[in-house]
T-cell receptor, first 115, second 116 residues
């Protein structure tokens, strides 16, 4: 079983739709949960992160973590064409010190928002 | 602009050859990470250096090696290249997190390697 599973899509939605992106993970030791966004021909950039179960909201984006079911979600409200990108979930254990910070990434879901 | 610089952006080479990818981290970041991204495997962690020392190893092949220099830039060396090594290679840098804050990874724009 892979440590992080993410449906690669692609996912195509009309502008204004609510988008739901999901990942499951297998290791209960993971404590950091992140979403990175990667535009075409660019490197991933951090979009949101959470440290525990629950919701975190940032504008049109909401990250949700359910540690009991090892399930993480990203919701995008009022989706815009500029949201078209690949979204990668990432999980990591507690910081272990000495500058070591390990993340395991999902394969990414490619999202297209159609005007 | 993440502040992480990678060169070259594109590289085309033949099987059996050797290439070197270079990364300059953000100013002040001590950790450098190398990732390989392919369509079928996604973003795979290869290796991490912290202030010149190897800190963690992931799915890095023996044909690949890396180092971090005193000025903190890093190089990833790929040798005896095979067709399957064609991928995007990303470098990322970070500072150590403090308390419960995370150590965000800042990625460069990647080096696209094509092995023919």
């Amino acid at each position: 079983q892979k440590e992080v599973e993410q449906d690669p899509g692609p996912l195509s939605v009309p502008e204004g739709a609510i988008v739901s992106l999901n990942c499951t993970y297998s290791n209960s030791a993971f404590q950091y949960f992140m979403w990175y966004r990667q535009y075409s021909r660019k490197g991933p950039e951090l979009l949101m992160y959470t440290y525990s179960s629950g919701n975190k909201e940032d504008g049109r984006f909401t990250a949700q973590v359910d540690k009991s079911s090892k399930y993480i979600s990203l919701f995008i409200r009022d989706s815009q064409p500029s949201d078209s990108a690949t979204y990668l979930c990432a999980v990591g254990p507690a910081y272990s010190g000495a500058g070591s910070y390990q993340l395991t990434f999902g394969k990414g879901t490619k999202l297209s928002v159609i005007p | 602009d993440s502040g992480v610089t990678q060169t070259p952006k594109h590289l085309i080479t033949a099987t059996g050859q050797r290439v070197t990818l270079r990364c300059s981290p953000r100013s002040g970041d001590l950790s450098v990470y190398w990732y390989q991204q392919s369509l079928d495997q996604g973003l795979q962690f290869l290796i991490q250096y912290y202030n010149g020392e190897e800190r963690a190893k992931g799915n890095i092949l023996e044909r690949f090696s890396a180092q971090q220099f005193p000025d903190l830039h890093s190089e990833l060396n790929l040798s005896s290249l095979e067709l399957g090594d064609s991928a995007l290679y990303f470098c990322a840098s970070s500072v150590a997190p403090s308390g419960r804050s995370i150590g965000e990874l800042f990625f460069g724009e990647g080096s696209r390697l094509t092995v023919l």
